[in-house]
């Protein structure tokens, strides 16, 4: 008797044949990602009763939603996002068993009338209820009061762009485990309660574009497992918490667009995890900034403009090397441009423009090779003007408002500068060289004296590879091959078709730090370019789950030859291909969670390049042994010589622009297209991610020798799923490991009653077979894919091993 049809990304057009709806012993059906169109019949809940799964997101249905759906009882999975339906939601208060409800970006609800969510009162008995999406839809009215007697189960609340108004309601902070919560794009109004405080397992929180008044609560310190908080767009008042210090897996914050005052608290500036976003402009803050920007040396976008800071430019923002853009116009700073912004080499876009900034532009802006963007206008500067560098492009500066500049490119039309003046300047300089050289003379003595005496007592200390990274700039080829023991073999790693890599022990300062040293081969046609490539990419980016760079080196060896290398943290676990394959001499193996852990890494580093980067970027080359692990087997996502920069953001491949067809990536997880000629597109990436995930959870290599003719890992996936699912799971999954094995019959016969481990696999198998879809458009976006992994390992975690995550990735 059939229970299941699943025929989910799809070449599916047309209408579902009618006879498929009075299948009544139907449990399952699964026809997402396709293009079919047509209406859900009206009477769907008395023809199909048994139903457990409906899903057929990602479509082109239109019409309602039949109202008999409530009739069917068995219901937990109801998933009709992106589609055309429209009209009211019915009442589901007979489906007791509802687990998941996703009806975003429909045309949903009618803006004019008040009771467009009555529909979530009849969730009320849903006990088990972990997921609720209703944004993108056209529902206005007010959040009923009944959402916060919804299961206490309930992990992500969804409700963005729409047109919802009125206050966020009371019970809310009933729901203790919500881990994501969007009311962004409505029209809410009063305050922010302090009771927002209360869901302390929150990761995301986003209020942007309503009306929110009032004051930040001080309770929004106790969400210290948030990675990301956006408030823009509001209307708050007062000052920044301070406890805002205590969310130290903060990522990203945006509090951007509101009438917030005061002082910025040194307790924000001193959280370590931002390392995307901090976004503080448009607001009425004063006073002078904070000395404490030194720590924030991951961050790559500052914007604290349309404000009232004053003093002079924090000395320490210099130690923030890898912003890619700092914001600071609209002030009242003061003084001169730190000589410590020498150290921002990957600054894209500076904005200095409408200060009192004063002195000369400092000469070294003309030697940042990746500065695109220079606003120093409506200041007091004054001198010469460089002329190389960015300082070479008329478009790419402003400098209107300075009256006392000179020289520069003719494009600028400033006066000539005075040999008169340069000569006075030099004297100026001579005059004030003198004292100064003398003190430094007098310091330095004292200071050698007094850390000699100290190297003698202390000993060696390891140091971060943090902490190194502020310290180590540059190193010389010697540098490197004392590091490698002569890049001995006994230190090599791994080898790839552009270079090998060696570990090593890099010393400096007295401070040493275990480093992966990846020395290019510079006779391998496009190994050069992939160095320039990879360096591109790792200046621009940061995240918890990509590798991170310490240092280059462009230099030559002892006979002469060019040498070109790169310096990265050292991973101890190795890659994930060691172990998804290990050899006979080091055995070891990854269980059900810790797979599902590394894929949430995974895709989270890919949502992150390709949705959160200022330009968009393709990896291009995602594989096993290109995945590495540190001592906690969390995720880095590694080598970037393919890597491409997109001109816009995008998943298909309609731009022009796009990297040339000469990227292949590397054969079994490349995306068909490329062979065809197709430019690069981010949809790439995700098929690449999809053949991972099913390498993953089978244990097969795409190019695995069973693989001949039309039969692939996707097509050896999809057919069996979900039914035949121990056919295809990797037999490591089979055996319970947990406080000392069982037989694998027994194992076997207690892995398939857990209907949460087996729901778990089918779930996450069913998304590698979407993303590795042979047509771009049928594949899901890094996006959803994030997502929808995150809530699978959350959702195992709670029903499987009745505890909290590992930890929580951004």
Known sequence: MMRYISFGANKLSGEI?????????LSDFYFPFNQLQGSLPSDLGFTLPKLEVLNVGGNQF?????????????????????NGFSGRVPSLENIHKLQWVSISQNHLGNYGENDNLEFVNSLVNASRLELLQISDNNFGGMLPETVGNLSNRLGILSVGNNQLFGNIPSGLRNLVNLELLHLGGNKFTGRIPGSIGDLQKLQRLGLKGNKFWGEIPSSIGNLTLLTTLNFEENMLEGSIPSSLGKCQNLISLNLSNNNLSGTIPTEVIGLSSLSIYLDLSQN???????????????????????NKLSGEIPSSIGSCILLVQLIMNGNFFQGNIPSSFSSLRGIENLDLSRNNLSGRIPKYLENFPFLQNLNLSFNHFEGEVPVKGVFSNSSAISLNGNDNLCGGISELHLSTCSIKESKQSRSRSLKLMIPVVTGILLVTGMSCFIITSWRS???????????????????????????????SLE???GAGSFGSVYKGILSHDDHETLVAVKVLNLQHRGASKSFIAECQALRSIRHRNLVKIITSCASVDFQGNDFEALVYEFMVNGSLEEWLHPNAEAPRNLNLLQRLNIAVDVASALD???????????????????????????????DFGLAKFLPEATNNLSSNESSSVEVKGTVGYAAPEYGMGSEVSTSGDVYSFGILLLEMFTGKRPTNEMFTGNLTLHNFVKEVLPERLAEIVDPVLLVEREEGETSKANAHKQWTRSFSVKECLVSVLAIGVTCSS???RERMSMEEVAAQLLSFRNKLVKNVRGQPATYVTA
């Open 284 to 306: 009425q803050l004063n006073g002078p900034m904070p000395s404490n920007f030194g720590i924030l040396k991951n961050l790559g976008f500052i914007d604290i403009s349309e």
């Open 774 to 776: 042979e047509l771009p």
């Open 491 to 493: 230190n090599l790693i």
């Open 62 to 82: 239109n019409g309602p939603i039949p109202a008999s759906i409530s009739n069917a009882s068995n219901l937990m999975r109801l998933t009709i996002a992106k």
């Open 17 to 25: 044949p009618f006879s498929i709806y009075n299948l009544s012993w």
């Open 457 to 487: 007592k202390s000993k060696r200390e390891p140091a971060t590879p943090s902490a190194f990274l502020a310290s180590v700039l540059r190193v010389s080829y010697e540098n490197l091959f004392k590091a490698t023991d002569g890049f």
């Open 608 to 638: 992150y390049l390709h949705h959160y980067c200022e330009t968009p970027i393709v990896h291009c080359d995602l594989k096993p042994s290109n995945v590495l692990l540190d001592g906690e087997l969390i995720a880095h996502v590694g």
